[in-house]
């Protein structure tokens, strides 16, 4: 029985192989291996690889803690700001400037990226209220700095972009 029969694809790397499911990712280029430690962790990262995203069908059901507890992957004081901010439109244009002024770090340009996910995530996965609190503060915000527009913009999915656009929030 071949990979694909499995339902993966079989890509070799430097450090052995690399098992791809066959459905559900996008390949960006040659597939590597990078080893990353961090004061708090040690892990392997993949590059040249990523989850497919699924289409938009409508507002999604995660709420203000969902998206919170998402935000912790990426950013270590999103308990603790949540703490001082429990109005969520508060607490996420605190976030947003926080993110921003990362922005214009080039050494931290992969976290502002993931920022730019987590935002799109918001537009995708939440619910109707979370959907309207990204696009009153999250997306105005960005859209107040051309430089950091640009690269939200650079980071997000065509689709996307393109609702972004039809609903007056692109260029």
Do not use: Q
Not at 142 to 151: G, H, Q
């Amino acid at each position: 029985m071949n990979s694909s029969e499995c339902g993966y694809e079989i890509e070799r790397s430097c450090l052995g192989l690399v098992y791809v499911p066959c459905e559900g990712v996008e390949i960006d280029g040659e597939i590597t291996i990078r080893y990353e430690k961090h004061p708090w962790l040690e892990c392997f990262e993949l590059d040249g690889i990523r989850a497919t995203v699924p289409k938009r069908t409508g507002h999604g059901t995660k709420n203000f803690e969902g998206f919170v507890r998402s935000l912790s992957t990426i950013y270590s004081k999103a308990y603790d700001d949540h703490a001082e901010y429990p109005d969520p439109e508060r607490y996420f244009a605190h976030v947003c400037e926080y993110f921003i002024e990362l922005s214009r770090d080039p050494d931290r340009d992969k976290i502002f990226r993931k920022f730019c996910g987590f935002a799109e995530n918001m537009w995708r996965e939440g619910n109707s209220e979370m959907c309207k609190i990204a696009l009153g503060t999250i997306f105005c915000m960005l859209k107040d700095d051309t430089l950091v527009f640009n690269k939200f913009h650079g980071s997000i999915t065509g689709e996307f972009a393109e609702w972004l656009k039809e609903n007056n929030y692109g260029d």
